[in-house]
């Protein structure tokens, strides 16, 4: 449960609200990529979240994301500026292992977000990329994913065998 501020709800509640929406990647270096700002191009089409509940223990995320903008390419087989870390070296950023952020900001209509206003909704990994979709189709799971996919490595012996 996330808890709203009188003035949140004061916002939420009025006839003009503006809602905005951030996804981010963790680049090969650990830096969060805001994909929906990133070169100056929000490459997000679409984004859903289904929450965890009593019959899912975890909570999933698809975000759609553009395959092409102006002649720059998210994919990672082909050279492209997006696809570097830190250091300017190869490294895919749609990859599955990524951590993915997920954070959304409602303002009075005609304004922008500040850094206190944004809210977040998702937090997890990607799991799969839909390379051959267009656009491209990210599924993440949260870090519940983790610990059901964890296997059990060690066998314990419990009680006395007779």
């Not at 929406?21 to 984004?47: F, H, P, R």
């Not at 599924?139 to 610990?147: F, I, Q, R, T, V």
Request: charged share 20%; glycine share 10%; proline share 5%.
């Amino acid at each position: 449960m996330r808890t709203i501020t009188g003035p949140e709800l004061t916002t939420l509640m009025g006839d003009n609200v503006a809602h905005f929406l951030k996804v981010e990647v963790q680049n090969g270096s650990g830096t969060y990529k805001d994909l929906t700002a990133l070169g100056g191009v929000d490459w997000i089409n679409g984004c859903s979240i289904t929450c965890e509940g009593i019959d899912t223990p975890i909570s999933t995320a698809v975000v759609e994301i553009k395959r092409e903008h102006n002649g720059v390419i998210m994919s990672p087989l082909v050279s492209s500026s997006l696809n570097v870390n830190d250091a300017a070296v190869y490294s895919p950023l749609l990859d599955p292992g990524r951590t993915i952020r997920i954070s959304v900001a409602a303002t009075a209509a005609g304004g922008t977000p500040g850094a206190g206003d944004w809210k977040e909704v998702f937090l997890g990994r990607i799991d799969r990329v839909a390379w051959n979709a267009d656009p491209i189709a990210l599924e993440c799971s949260d870090p519940g994913a983790w610990l059901v996919d964890t296997q059990i490595e060690t066998e314990d012996t419990y009680g006395v065998a007779i």
